[in-house]
């Protein structure tokens, strides 16, 4: 695989798509370019900046999404300051892209739209290995359940990595794109067919503050009783003494909060799902817990984020030796609780993938399902080398 990453700052949507979309392409010299990804703030007039994009890369089939920041070769962009396009040529790979709408009625139907237009859009020829990239409206709700309609599709055989969109945090619209569209309460898709295995890893460094317990009531994504109780109370008494409250500094009010729920899976692993206490004083998740579901409060420090980081990227380029680039779907919540050492994580990133470009985004959450129908995470990080 041959990659070019190009990055603006300019202020001008058009100039900006334009010097991002050249830097990209010019690095990869002589070879054409089969894919563009973009990630971009929401501050740029999007369809202009797109268009440019285009104009720049002849119509490459195009992917992509708005962030809240992005990470590139050990560089931070932070919330805000611009875009990133990286730019695929060779590797032996085929790549179809596929995009659907209707997420937020029918998170189910879309997933399987989802995985059927990706897949078609590769061709009949099916690769000895797939591989599904899929990026999300972040606002949506239940972004399990649209992964559940790709998996209904797709099977147990294609792993699902990518990520949910930002919107630099203001938590108002989030994107994706398709081509030369700018879609909202939609998904997009990369199918990545293969001649050898590709690996989707993810890591959490979150650890449990107390024993497992039962979620006995939930609405949605309000969390009403856990173990029979009131889930405040519950959730607040499985609390680090040495931590705050509710809220990490700095911070959206009612946006992330010090702990999380991890949800107890059957082979004894952790799914995360971050949680907040809203103005009300209610317990809510990003996505709903199922009923009945065995949960920990769980927590974490910044030391654990940066080590479970580099460790997940290492074990996504550990046994691919022509690697051309590692893409990464960060949670924007992480670095809340990495605070001033945010610019920390992309260069131990980095470092972990030796040789290997990094590029990538940070989410509302991430995709990462390997070998089961779960696989929606929050507070998490996940890899996959190409």
Known sequence: MRTGIGTSELEDSRRAGEQAATAALAKLGSDRAEVIIVYASVRYDLPVLLAAINDITAGVPLIGASSSGQLHDGELFEQGDGLSVL???G??????????????????????????????????QRSPYETMLVLSDGLIGDQQELLNGIYRVAGFAVPVVGGAAGDDRQLTRTYVFCGDQVLTDAAVALWI???????????????????????????????????????????????RPAD??????????????????????????????AALIDAEGMLRTLTALPPYAAVQVVSSDAEDLLAVG?????????????????????????????????????????????????????????????????????????????
């Not at 039962?214 to 949605?220: E, L, N």
């Not at 107890?264 to 799914?271: E, L």
């Open 244 to 273: 705050p409250a509710d809220q990490i500094e700095g911070a959206r009010p009612g946006y992330h909060s010090a702990h999380a729920f991890g949800l107890i899976q059957p082979d004894g692993g952790m799914v995360i799902r």
């Open 87 to 89: 730019a695929l040529a």
């Open 193 to 239: 067919g293969s001649p050898r295995p590709l690996r989707v890893v993810a890591g959490h460094g979150w650890t449990p503050t107390g024993l497992p317990m039962i979620v006995t009531s939930v609405d949605g994504t309000l969390v009403r009783e856990i173990a029979g109780r009131p889930a405040v109370e519950v959730y607040r008494e499985n609390f």
């Open 310 to 386: 580099a460790d997940t990227i290492a074990a996504a380029v550990a046994d691919d030796e022509d690697a051309g680039v590692v893409l990464v779907f960060d949670c924007v919540a992480r670095s809340d609780i990495l605070a001033d050492r945010r610019r920390e994580e992309p260069r131990l990133l980095q470092r972990a993938a030796g040789r290997v470009p990094t590029f990538g985004m940070y989410t509302y959450g991430e995709f990462a399902r390997t070998n089961s129908a779960a696989g929606y995470h929050n507070a998490t990080i996940a890899a996959l080398a190409l």
């Open 91 to 124: 590797g032996g790979y085929q790549f179809g892209i596929g995009s659907a709408s209707g997420a937020e009625e029918n998170p189910l139907e879309t997933g399987r739209t989802l995985a059927r237009s990706a897949r078609e859009a590769a061709g009949p």
